[in-house]
């Protein structure tokens, strides 16, 4: 565990200098053909966000179709077999109890939902849907650490004998009255009971249980599914900060009067970019396809289901990650965590193949390719020599600070070479930064960079 927060720290440090956009100038893109997926099983596995639940609106949204929802939008575009198996509250622990005989949840378990119903209802409906699975997304983990982030801090209070009785009293009445509390209405006890200097010394131990468990429990979820379904098209979605408002939710106008930010800083991106560090991670290790879903527009904490908001915006993100029927590259594996960098930047003009069917993502990527590349993304030349000598690390990391630079000049061109700079050496050994570039790494590289 403790090798894997280090390396996951190491991780965070490079994601959390990334800030600002590259964006991409690249000509026409070609149509995606969903074939492979028009009319197959899609299975939809999550929490409340992804079953579509409402903040503003009384709906039920367990393990059923919600119009507007971005699983509802998926399965319409695909004209698929459409089983939504999301429930509000589950966590990486309620998966882990369903997939696995012999694994002890907490207790929390089934917090939200009947337990002897689930047991003999909707997990094994769930274990089936997700054996005959042609396509499944799969947006969980702020449950882990967020929705109960109230319960540790009352327990962590608890255990720290606090003296503002006041306090813990009225954290507790709220919980038992409304099961999950968010981090704002946290606060707003806290600044309302004069206790927020407890509420700094014991938040890092609350937020450690939640976060421990869900960095523990995100490989073994993966295994599990995987299991079940070795050749599945498993795209996992990515969390996102939810203080940004849709300006047509009812909720755009409301504020507590509370500002967080005095607390702990920036802390919703923050926590976000930490916690999709297993998402990330498991797409490297596993070969699944992680959807960036920065920019998502929210009623007040889940995804608005106006037209244009945050569950149209998550759908058309799942959509543009699917594989395209029409990908060309019989030397790609569908299955490598490269396959969608790939398929990606070929489809938008980025980078070729080395032949009509060959992309050739182990050979060493050439100076003349990458400055065609980010002349495809910047509309600029002279980024990179037109040589054909290799890339090395940091040749990349140099060419994409002047890019960035070209693009936006100054302190946010910058932050983004340093980033690269930290990425591309991870886990390279201490002369990695001098080490040649696959041009499959370095359509992860471009892709991740012209996203973020």
Known sequence: MKKLMKKSFALFLALMLISGSLVCLAAAEAEKDFSDFTGKNYVLLGDSIASGWSDVEDIESRFTRVEGSYGAYVADALNANYSPMACIGFRTVEMRYILEEDYEADRFLYYS??????????????????????????????????????????????????????????????????????????????????????????????????????????????????????????????????????????????????????????????????????????????????????GTLCEEHHPSRTPNGGHRFIADKILEALPDSNFPFTDVDKASAEFSAIEYLSRKGIMKGVTETTFAPADKLTSAQLEEALFAITGKENLADKSNSTVSRVNLGFAIYRASSALNPGFVGFAKSVSLLISVMFGKGPFGFASSVTRGEAAVTLMYLINK
Do not use: R
């Not at 073994?220 to 849709?246: H, K, R, W």
């Open 113 to 294: 939902i009947d337990k002897n119903l689930m047991d003999t209802v909707y997990a094994p409906a769930m274990i089936n849907a997700i054996t005959e699975a042609d396509l499944i997304t799969l947006n969980i983990g702020g449950n882990d650490w967020g929705s109960f982030l109230g319960w540790h801090v009352f327990e962590e209070l608890e255990k720290a004998e606090t003296e503002n009785a006041e306090f813990l009293a009225q954290l507790e009445e709220y919980l038992v009255e409304a099961d999950f509390i968010s981090f704002d209405t946290v606060v707003e006890i806290a600044s309302y009971c004069n206790a927020i200097p407890e509420l700094v010394q014991i938040l890092p131990m609350a937020l450690n249980e939640g976060l421990e468990n869900y960095f523990v429990n995100w490989n073994y979820m993966i295994e599990d599914i995987y299991a079940l379904n070795p050749d599945v098209t498993l795209l996992v979605i990515g969390m996102f900060d939810n203080s940004l408002q849709d300006p047509d939710s009812p909720y755009a106008s409301e504020s507590n009067g509370i500002d967080t930010t005095q607390v702990l800083g920036s802390l919703g991106q923050t926590i976000i970019d930490v916690a999709n560090i297993p998402m990330i991670e498991g797409a490297k290790k596993y070969g699944y396809t992680f959807v960036d879903t920065t």
